[in-house]
């Protein structure tokens, strides 16, 4: 993925933005972006992946249960924002959503979260499931996003994510394992 930078006169690096050119070749192998290896890694395989789009990233997230999976889509999201190296995982903020079907509950997660960090002022890095359940209602997921409070002096920020969109947004098992996928849009 090419990223060219361009930052307007008299704005800070927090408000540099990446102006992309030309079709994403492969998100998968994101260049500027990439989360690193040794964090994404797991067991040999990553536990998520970004997808081709042209506007937007697409991201889909595999995990061996459900909230594995929702965890990891809420990862690879975070992950797109920030170089996670560059925060420190001070700050735990509950998490708490619900919604009828678990392709709403991925994308309701995933605005969850922009939500907190703008309102809390915190740069957010990782997520844990703590309670997922099924009701007469739908699902309800409860869990704790970590991360420590906005600083764009050691903050070393990437991609803006808007919000995360219906459009491709699936679950489905492949095998034993779960697997979300969602556009988001930046």
């Given at each position: 993925?090419?990223?060219?930078?361009?930052?307007?006169?008299?704005?800070?690096?927090?408000?540099?933005?990446?102006?992309?050119?030309?079709?994403?070749?492969?998100?998968?192998?994101?260049?500027?972006?990439?989360?690193?290896?040794?964090?994404?890694?797991?067991?040999?395989?990553?536990?998520?992946?970004?997808?081709?789009?042209?506007?937007?990233?697409?991201?889909?997230?595999?995990?061996?249960?459900?909230?594995?999976?929702?965890?990891?889509?809420?990862?690879?999201?975070?992950?797109?924002?920030?170089?996670?190296?560059?925060?420190?995982?001070?700050?735990?903020?509950?998490?708490?959503?619900?919604?009828?079907?678990?392709?709403?509950?991925?994308?309701?997660?995933?605005?969850?979260?922009?939500?907190?960090?703008?309102?809390?002022?915190?740069?957010?890095?990782?997520?844990?499931?703590?309670?997922?359940?099924?009701?007469?209602?739908?699902?309800?997921?409860?869990?704790l996003a970590t991360?420590?409070p906005l600083d764009?002096?050691?903050?070393?920020?990437?991609?803006?994510?808007?919000?995360?969109?219906?459009?491709?947004?699936?679950?489905?098992?492949?095998?034993?394992?779960?697997?979300?996928?969602?556009?988001?849009?930046v």
């Amino acid at each position: 993925m090419k990223a060219f930078y361009q930052q307007k006169e008299g704005m800070s690096n927090l408000y540099s933005l990446p102006i992309l050119y030309g079709c994403i070749d492969s998100l998968a192998n994101l260049c500027y972006n990439k989360p690193n290896d040794s964090i994404c890694q797991k067991g040999g395989s990553m536990p998520y992946e970004y997808l081709d789009h042209e506007a937007d990233i697409g991201l889909r997230s595999i995990g061996d249960t459900l909230e594995e999976a929702l965890a990891e889509g809420a990862r690879a999201m975070l992950h797109i924002m920030v170089n996670q190296e560059t925060v420190t995982p001070v700050t735990q903020i509950p998490v708490g959503c619900q919604a009828g079907d678990l392709e709403s509950l991925f994308v309701t997660l995933l605005n969850e979260l922009l939500y907190l960090r703008e309102v809390k002022t915190t740069t957010l890095v990782d997520f844990q499931v703590m309670r997922l359940e099924q009701s007469d209602e739908g699902w309800v997921l409860e869990g704790l996003a970590t991360g420590e409070p906005l600083d764009p002096d050691k903050h070393e920020f990437m991609t803006e994510v808007k919000a995360a969109t219906y459009f491709g947004l699936k679950h489905y098992t492949k095998g034993n394992q779960h697997v979300f996928q969602c556009v988001v849009d930046v």
